[in-house]
């Protein structure tokens, strides 16, 4: 007998699921079979994920979150230590590439997430309470 589907509560919960690359619905599933290639259908649940749409919203996403960290990093650099431009950029370059990649899987499964739970893209609205408009 397999175990009762436990929906998330609340949209927060929601996205931190998606940002673990776990199936927004039940919790347990993987999202990605590949880097930042979805699951057709979650394993645990059968949620058909094939609808989704992030498109280019991970890679903003990406890129908003490493500018705003990097940001006191550039600034801490620049005023307390006296390095030369090339030094800077052969710190900040290499720092943000990997932010930005580390980050692309996590945003791309909270977008998949939020699509889930407000039922876009071919999803299916599901609420724990019951209340399924």
């Known amino acids: 007998m ?7 509560k609340t949209l927060p919960s929601a996205l931190w699921r998606g940002t673990l690359c776990r199936c927004p619905r039940c919790g347990d599933g993987k999202l ?37 960290l ?17 030094a800077l950029l052969a710190i900040i370059i290499p720092l943000a590439l990997v932010m930005l990649i580390a980050l692309l899987q996590p945003s791309k499964g909270a977008v998949i997430a939020l699509q889930w739970w407000n039922g876009m893209h071919g999803f299916k609205r599901e609420r724990a309470n019951g209340e399924n408009p």
């Not at 989704?52 to 890129?63: K, M, N, S």
């Not at 940001?71 to 030369?84: E, G, N, R």
């Open 70 to 86: 990097l940001a006191p990093v550039i600034i801490t650099l620049v005023v307390s230590y006296s390095l030369s431009p090339m």
């Open 32 to 68: 990605f079979r590949k880097w930042l290639k979805p699951v057709d259908r979650c394993s645990v649940c059968d949620l058909d994920i094939t609808g989704q749409r992030a498109d280019d919203l991970p890679a903003y996403i990406g890129i908003f979150v490493s500018g705003h």
């Open 2 to 8: 397999s175990k009762p589907i436990s929906l998330p």
